[in-house]
């Protein structure tokens, strides 16, 4: 500026009654510099700061969906355990069978709720905890039933269940698998020839059709080159129950990538426990097919 020339301090602009020069002054460095001192050091606390979460966003998150998941299957191994101790509790010399009950409940209050959860038009947390609950005794019912006939059969099982889904999310993380448009119409189409099959499997098991004789039916009666047709079936629903999963997956992804509002990471946790408590009944029937001479 031109009031900062060194001209202004000759003795011409001295103010002549006290002395003192009247010349300009700039405003006073050291509070400019303290302002700015101030500025710097709030910006590096917001750069040092943690990372905003979900509860801060109200934005689902990978993390916060992790969580939500891990709850609802804590919910659903206290339902399994409510569940097996129900069915065994009634086993004696006069009663040589677990109960049916908790298999029963649980699989039809479960059905009705899942039936809510996915129609409901905005997701529901105690919904989602009541599946967990229910299917929890499903769970627990059918392990205690099939371990009682397959002695070991629910640790093979639930290692095998765990090692395909492990497989998956791997194989997913690395963006080795992803879903597509191609795939995912084959998958639509082959569940819907499954749960074909499956009901008109469960009417012919009912009617004591010849060819459905045996405890699981079809899978067990009919054979290709000696192989049970469950067999066959078993590994290919397995391959598809881990596709489901990749869709799990992919919808998660997308979810937190357009940033969907934290409540849906319920969503995306049921999504998980439905498909792998599937994955878990169908190897459990595959196990129990391949065990079936023992």
Known sequence: MALNNPAFNTPAFQDPRAGAQTRYSPPAAPAA??????????????????????????????????F????????????AVVGWIWSMAGVSVANPSPSAAPMIVGGLVGFVLAMVAIFKKK??????????????????????????????????????TLSVVGVTLALFASGKVRASARATKIFLIAMVGYMVFGLLNIVLMLFNAPIAGGAFGMYSTIKILGIPLGVIIGVVVVIMAAY??????????????????????????????????WLYVEILRLIAILRGNN
């Open 33 to 66: 510099g303290a302002a700015a001192a101030a500025e710097a050091a709030n910006l590096e606390g917001m750069y040092t700061a943690p990372a905003a979460g979900a509860v801060e966003t109200d934005r689902m998150t990978i993390e916060d969906t992790v």
């Open 68 to 79: 939500k998941t891990l709850a609802l299957f804590g919910v659903l191994v206290v339902g």
């Open 123 to 160: 997701p529901s947390v105690p919904v989602f905890l009541a599946y967990a609950a229910f299917e929890g005794l499903f769970v627990g019912g059918i392990s205690a039933f099939f371990e009682f006939i397959y002695p070991g059969i629910v640790i093979q099982a639930t290692l095998a």
């Open 244 to 277: 489901s999963l990749v869709l799990d997956f992919d919808q998660i992804q997308r979810g937190v990538r357009n940033g969907a509002a934290r409540v849906y990471g319920w969503v995306g946790a049921f999504g998980i426990m439905v498909t792998v408590v």
